[in-house]
């Protein structure tokens, strides 16, 4: 089932199973936040199990960039256009999310990011090749993200 997120009554549905479900609901919510202001658009996710091409593409983008595989388990994800922009987001179980900007006509504005929740430590796969910057969010608490350069056709 799909889930609507709404970024006034920030809730933890979808994303029970994580140890950092509160802090991760409120990095999703601050997504959904994001996208109603800038692009009037509502943020929907679904559980991962019916996800499997968001999933797929975000895996495939991953291993071929920078050779990564996630360990943890993905719990929600999204995939959507706004303007002509792609947008896939990945909420996994550790707290982490991953969202991947592909922009149609731009190649060197294509990116994947990363954002840990408040609270969850560096995955193992990502500590050794990425450095952290911090930002501070009402709905999220401190987020630290980071980001790569997309090199690819996708």
């Known amino acids: ?6 970024f006034v009554n ?6 029970e199973s994580s140890p950092h479900a509160d802090a991760l609901a409120g990095l999703r919510a601050n997504e959904a936040r994001y996208f109603k202001n800038k692009y009037d658009h509502t943020f929907i996710t ?13 895996t495939r ?3 071929a960039e920078r050779d990564l595989t996630i360990a943890s388990p993905p719990l929600e994800a999204c995939s959507f256009q706004v303007e002509d922009i792609r947008f896939d987001y990945v909420f996994y ?6 969202n991947v900007m592909y922009p149609l006509d731009n190649p060197k504005k294509r990116a994947v990011g990363f954002k840990l929740s408040d609270g969850m430590d560096i ?3 990502l500590e050794s ?3 952290f910057a911090r930002q501070k969010s009402k709905l999220a608490g ?3 993200g980071s980001y790569f350069v997309i090199k690819q056709e996708w």
Do not use: C, W, Y
Request: no cysteine; hydrophobic share 35%.
């Open 1 to 6: 089932m799909s889930h609507t997120v709404d």
């Open 10 to 15: 920030v809730s933890t549905e979808g994303l």
């Open 46 to 58: 679904e559980p991962a199990a019916k996800a499997t091409n968001t999933l797929d593409r975000v």
């Open 61 to 63: 983008i991953l291993a």
């Open 93 to 98: 179980e550790s707290g982490l999310s991953i």
């Open 123 to 125: 995955p193992e796969e």
């Open 129 to 131: 090749t990425f450095k």
């Open 142 to 144: 401190t987020i630290r």
